[in-house]
């Protein structure tokens, strides 16, 4: 076998067997590396006007969503802290108008309390008030039947003094009022 081989060497021009030349492992052919580049510029040709702008346009589109979703959150958010906002000023006003409310129910009720105290001393003064009316009108009635019985007493006592009847009404009632102003006058200097 080793004759085919030197007879092939041989008759292929006289250059001598094809491993006998040196070859370099890390260097391909010639002809490898002129092929390898032509398939690599036509894939990159082919991926530079097909692949790559959709490529392009898959992120072009999904960067348009990250900005509007971006933006809607940062829309909500502001929306969220606008109403927040707007629910602290509320209760603020509403803690306002109830502690002002308080204030008015206070003062109210002071003023309540204070009419009603005026009004417990008015309807007390017109109580001492009709007191003393009715007492003055006890007394000078009492005074009046004191009268009238000190009169009949006095008449009764001058009859048995006397002996005699006294009939006549004008001497009767003359004597009465003497005898009472009499005792009007007495009646002072013993307070």
Known sequence: MTNVIYYLAASEGGEGLPLEKSVNPLLPASYDVVWSAVS???VLFLFWKFVLPKFQEVLTEREDRIKGGIQRAEAAQAEAKAALEKYNAQLAEARAEAAQIREEAREKGKQI???MKAQATEESN???????????AQ??????????????????????????QLSDDVKRSGTIDAFLSDL???APAGK
């Open 40 to 42: 690599l510029i036509v």
């Open 126 to 136: 017109r109580i001492i008030e009709s007191g003393e009316k009715q007492l003055q």
């Open 184 to 186: 009007d006058t007495v």
């Open 139 to 164: 007394r000078e009635q009492v005074v009046t039947e004191l009268r009238r019985e000190m009169g009949q007493n006095s008449i009764n006592l001058a009859e048995r003094l006397l002996g005699e």
């Open 113 to 115: 309390v204070a009419d």
